[in-house]
């Protein structure tokens, strides 16, 4: 497995990084190496067809709804929503749906004893659903998430004084 992941990374195959996922999405394992595969290709790529934009924004939603509780993996699942929701506005959509901003919200209100990177990385993928498009602000700001509480508790959380300003550019996205 650890064949097809590299090369699909050296490839910048997200599409089959995807298929990867899909096929693996139990094995903790494969799930560690193929979510870091994506982050890079994320960050060393600006474009993806639409395909593969729609297969992986599906895919973190079933990962989110499959590791909630895997503080590592969360983490990098938030890496990669974070860095392609900032790809494109058409990426930016798809990842902010009421059952993905769901998730994300359980993750933050479940992960609340020494997981502050999980808090931060949270904070960041709000931040980057929500800024600059204001269909996805409303979404975050359905009363149901309890967006704002989630922030506070995320700020309060928090500890690294470089890293207190997450919530706060979370908020500033949502305008609140």
């Not at 790529?45 to 924004?57: H, I, P, R, W």
Request: aromatic share 6%; charged share 25%.
């Amino acid at each position: 497995m650890s064949d097809q992941i590299e090369n699909a990374e050296e490839e910048s195959n997200i599409s089959l990084l995807v298929d990867i996922i899909a096929s693996n999405i139990e094995d903790e394992d494969v799930m560690d190496e193929v979510l870091s595969a994506a982050y890079r290709v994320c960050v060393s790529k600006s474009d993806f067809d639409g395909v593969a934009t729609t297969k992986f924004c599906d895919s973190m939603g079933a990962c989110l709804d499959k590791w909630w509780e895997e503080p590592s993996l969360l983490e990098m699942i938030f890496g990669c929503m974070r860095c392609f929701a900032g790809k494109n506005v058409d990426m930016q959509a798809k990842l902010c749906t009421d059952s993905i901003v769901g998730l994300v919200v359980k993750c933050l209100g479940t992960h609340i004893d020494g997981e502050e990177t999980v808090q931060e990385q949270g904070c960041l993928v709000i931040e980057a659903l929500a800024r600059g498009n204001s269909a996805n602000v409303d979404i975050l700001k359905n009363p149901e998430f309890k967006i704002g509480d989630v922030l506070t508790q995320a700020h309060e959380l928090i500890t690294n004084e470089r890293n207190k300003k997450y919530p706060l550019q979370a908020r500033d996205a949502l305008g609140l």
